[in-house]
């Protein structure tokens, strides 16, 4: 049986002037709405108990498996309010699919993807004012699923009893100093994901592990990491986000994700944006030496990382402990021919070709 979410109204909802003040300047992250979805499952009897609350802490047991094994699994998308006042979401359906696949990897049980949108989609609609204007920008209402351990048992195996939530997030750009290229870190030092690893996979425990080399990044004057794959030398992706390189000839290239680079929404809708505009679309092993040389001898002209939460930004240089790298200046026109292309496509400025847009609202 399909759950439905049904709805416990926040009996102490925020004003309407503490909405528009956190809309002023929403950062990223930061504030979160009235409300929840949560949903439990239990082993023998499935997913019950599936619920919109008001949003507040979760009672756990300090015993709660997921704070001693990191058995959690997490996604994120958008909702984008159209120029109409209509609330839309982007590729939904992808996002739960690969919320299944990272279940499946860290031993959580699947939740039906008609599940998984109604939480996400009711959720939104009870939180709706929420959602920003764009007028003209990039505000947006980050959404945030996540599924975790919820068990008291310091055994280790899977948990048998699951907790599954959705919190709402108003959010403006990705990086505090907005679409500016950034400078990235490429570590030689750290890896994120191993082969047969759960770099496919998008946990927390990916994002722990690659903090330590955040911070090498930052002490080296960049904002973010670009981690290889040390065995078989090539390039994965960012802590978390995907990487794009384009060549003089026009070659929008990716590393091939190959089991241990996340399947961004983002990435794959480039690829299709991209073979759109004509571009030699290339999903291959990209060794760090072709990008270091390539950026060298001139052959690569823009390199730029996307993800959900700050869509593409373009990418000034890549510095490692073998020297520093830098794009040609005032290079990223295809950068933002594709970014362009994207964001008009989520915020209903240019028509939706891909049939990739689902209003809700
Ligand atoms: C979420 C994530 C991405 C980007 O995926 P999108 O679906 O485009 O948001 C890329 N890499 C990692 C490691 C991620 O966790």
Same mark, same amino acid.
Request: net charge negative; proline share 6%; hydrophobic share 40%.
């Given at each position: 049986?399909?759950?439905?979410?049904?709805?416990?109204?926040?009996?102490?909802?925020?004003?309407?002037?503490?909405? #528009?003040?956190?809309?002023?300047?929403?950062?990223?992250?930061?504030?979160?709405? %009235?409300?929840?979805?949560?949903?439990?499952?239990?082993?023998?009897?499935?997913?019950? %108990?599936?619920?919109?609350?008001?949003?507040?802490?979760?009672?756990?047991?300090?015993?709660?498996?997921?704070?001693?094994?990191?058995?959690?699994?997490?996604?994120?998308?958008?909702?984008?309010?159209?120029?109409?006042?209509?609330?839309?979401?982007?590729?939904?359906? =992808?996002?739960? #699919?690969?919320?299944?696949?990272?279940?499946?990897? &860290?031993?959580?049980?699947?939740?039906?993807?008609?599940?998984?949108?109604?939480?996400?989609?009711?959720?939104?609609?009870?939180?709706?004012?929420?959602?920003?204007?764009?007028?003209? +920008?990039?505000? /947006? &209402?980050? *959404?945030?699923?996540?599924?975790?351990?919820? @068990?008291? $048992?310091?055994?280790?195996?899977?948990?048998?009893?699951?907790?599954?939530?959705?919190?709402?997030?108003?959010?403006?750009?990705?990086?505090?100093?907005?679409?500016?290229?950034?400078? *990235?870190?490429?570590?030689?030092?750290?890896?994120?994901?191993?082969?047969?690893?759960?770099?496919?996979?998008?946990?927390?425990?990916?994002?722990? /592990?690659?903090?330590?080399?955040?911070?090498?990044?930052? @002490?080296?004057?960049?904002?973010?990491?670009?981690?290889?794959?040390?065995?078989?030398?090539?390039?994965?992706?960012?802590? +978390?986000?995907?990487?794009?390189?384009?060549? =003089?000839?026009?070659?929008?290239?990716?590393? #091939?994700?190959?089991?241990?680079?996340?399947?961004?929404?983002? =990435? %794959?809708? *480039?690829?299709?944006?991209?073979?759109?505009?004509?571009?030699?679309?290339?999903?291959?092993?990209?060794?760090?030496?072709?990008? @270091?040389?390539? *950026?060298?001898?001139?052959? $690569?002209?823009?390199?730029?990382?996307?993800?959900?939460?700050?869509?593409?930004?373009?990418?000034?240089? $890549?510095?490692?402990?073998?020297?520093?790298?830098?794009?040609?200046? +005032?290079?990223?026109?295809?950068?933002?021919?594709?970014?362009?292309?994207?964001? %008009?496509?989520?915020? +209903? =400025? #240019? @028509?939706?070709?891909?049939?990739?847009?689902?209003?809700?609202?």
């Amino acid at each position: 049986m399909s759950l439905s979410f049904a709805v416990q109204p926040n009996p102490n909802p925020a004003t309407p002037e503490r909405v #528009a003040e956190i809309h002023a300047n929403p950062g990223f992250g930061k504030y979160f709405t %009235d409300h929840m979805a949560v949903a439990t499952w239990t082993k023998g009897q499935g997913w019950h %108990d599936d619920v919109i609350v008001p949003y507040g802490p979760l009672q756990m047991d300090p015993a709660s498996a997921v704070f001693h094994y990191a058995q959690e699994i997490f996604e994120g998308l958008k909702a984008y309010r159209h120029a109409d006042g209509s609330v839309w979401l982007f590729r939904p359906e =992808r996002n739960a #699919a690969r919320l299944n696949q990272s279940a499946h990897r &860290l031993c959580l049980p699947e939740l039906p993807v008609e599940d998984f949108l109604t939480s996400v989609t009711e959720l939104v609609r009870v939180d709706e004012r929420w959602v920003p204007s764009a007028d003209g +920008g990039e505000q /947006s &209402l980050y *959404i945030r699923p996540f599924m975790m351990a919820h @068990e008291n $048992f310091l055994g280790v195996r899977a948990a048998e009893t699951v907790l599954y939530c959705v919190i709402l997030s108003p959010v403006g750009t990705y990086f505090a100093e907005g679409v500016r290229p950034i400078d *990235i870190w490429i570590t030689h030092d750290y890896s994120r994901a191993g082969i047969g690893g759960t770099g496919a996979a998008k946990c927390g425990g990916n994002y722990a /592990s690659s903090l330590i080399a955040q911070y090498e990044g930052y @002490e080296n004057g960049c904002s973010q990491v670009l981690f290889v794959q040390p065995c078989v030398d090539r390039v994965d992706e960012l802590g +978390g986000m995907n990487v794009f390189v384009v060549s =003089r000839d026009g070659a929008l290239i990716t590393p #091939a994700t190959e089991g241990t680079i996340l399947h961004g929404v983002t =990435r %794959d809708s *480039i690829l299709q944006v991209g073979r759109a505009m004509g571009l030699d679309v290339q999903e291959r092993r990209l060794p760090p030496e072709e990008l @270091e040389e390539g *950026i060298t001898s001139g052959r $690569f002209v823009e390199a730029f990382c996307c993800g959900t939460a700050a869509v593409i930004s373009p990418i000034a240089s $890549f510095k490692s402990k073998h020297g520093a790298y830098s794009l040609p200046p +005032g290079s990223g026109s295809i950068t933002m021919k594709l970014r362009d292309a994207i964001t %008009d496509i989520q915020f +209903g =400025r #240019a @028509e939706d070709t891909f049939g990739w847009m689902h209003r809700i609202v």
